[in-house]
C-alpha cells in the first residue's frame, strides 16, 4: 500500500456503501478538492438481502477486508437508498418579498415552505429546488437580485418510509458503522456517470439493479422526477427459471443469464443452443439460446415500457431531450440499450463511471456506478459542510474584532 495514505487526515477519507440484493460494494475514497481519488473498491456477494443477520455479518466482512487492504478505519458512509419505499413529490411554495427585493434568506425561506410537508409523506430525503417565478416571469433559474413583490418556486422533494431507513441504520449500525448520510442511488449514479450536456439538456438515468428499477430525470442541477419499478434482474433470472422447458434453479438461471443471455436475437443463430443440467444428474439437456433470447428481451421490453408510461402519465418525457443513460448489472446484457431506445424514442447510452483517478479498469463498470457514485456525493457534502464551517468561523471573528473595536472605543475615547 501507498505509504502516502497514513499521512492523510481521517475527514479526507471517504466512504460509499451500496446494499444491494444480490450484493454489497463498500468504496473507500479520498477527497482532493473538487476531485476523489479512489483508494480501494469492495465487491462482496451477498446471498439475502432480506436477512439483516446476514446483511449484518456480509457487512462485517466488508469492513474487515477493507480495512485490512486499505490500514483506515471504516466508520462513517453514505449510504445509497432506492426501491419502491422511496417516493418522489412535487410540492409548491410562495412567499412575500418583505424588501422588495430577493435576498438569499428569501430563497432559503421559500425552498423551507414548499418543503415543508406532513410526516404522512416520510422522511426526507432530498429537497430539489426547481424553477422559479417572480410575480408574473416564470421559468427563473436564479432570482437573487431581482426586484419583486412574491417569490414562488417548484420543489422535487424525496422521501423514504421511516421504518425503512431506520431498519437500514440500524443493520448498518450493527456492523459497527455510523451513517454519515442517506442518498437517492439514481442521484449518486449520476455523479458518475452524467455529463455536463446532458443534464443541461435534460436526461433519464434508468438504473437496473438485481430487485429493482429506478429512474431519474435531470434538468440541469435538478432532480425533476423519481420512480422505482419492482422488476429488474431477478424478474429475468426468474423468467429464464420458468420458461426453457426444462426445471432449473434461480442460481442456475442467473448463471446461464450471465453466460448466455442476450437481448440481440437477429444476430443468433436459428438452432444455436447451450446446455443446461437436467434434475437429478440425467445429463444436460441442449436449450435454444434463440428462446433465451426471446425470454429475456420480452422482459426488458416490459421493463422499458412500465418506465416510459409512467413518464408520459407524469408529463416529465418532453423534459428528456438529452437521452436516456442506463447503469446497473443488467447492462452487461448485449442489446438492452437496443430495446431501450426503441421504447423511448430517444437516444440511449451506457453509462460507465469515469472521471475519477485511481479507479481499476474492472469498475469502470455500470454495476458499480451508485457505489462510485457516493464518493462523489460525499465529497461534495463534505465540501459544503467545510464551506458553512468557514463562514461560520468568519462570521463568528468578525463579530469578536467588531467587540474587540468597541471595547476599544469605551476604553480610550
Known sequence: MDDSRQDKKKEEYIFGLDIGASKINLFVGISEGENVRVVECGDFPLKNADEYDLVVETLQQAVQVIENSTRVDVRDVYVGIAGQHVRSHSFQGIVTLPAGEVREEDIENVKKQASTVPPSVGEIIHVFPGEYSLDEDLHIRNP????GRRLGVDVQVVTARQNSLQNLAKCINRAGLNVAGFALEPLAAASAVLTNDERELGVALVDIGAA??????????SVRYTWSLNYAGNSITSDISQCLGVPISLSKAEEIKK???TCTISNLIEDETFPVPAVGNRGDVPCSRKLLANVISARVHEIFKYLQNDLKKCQVDTLINGGIVLTGGCC???GIEDIAAKEFGKPVRIGHPKGMTGI?????????????????????QHRDRKKSETGAQIKVSVKKGFQRVLEFIRTYL
Open 212 to 221: 429493482s428499477t429506478d429512474i431519474a430525470v435531470f434538468v440541469n442541477d
Open 144 to 147: 437573487k437580485g431581482r426586484t
Open 259 to 261: 453466460k448466455y443471455g
Open 360 to 380: 481499476q479498469e474492472a469498475y469502470q463498470n455500470p454495476s458499480y456506478a451508485t457505489g462510485i457514485g457516493l464518493l462523489y456525493y460525499a465529497n461534495m
Open 332 to 334: 452487461a446484457l448485449e
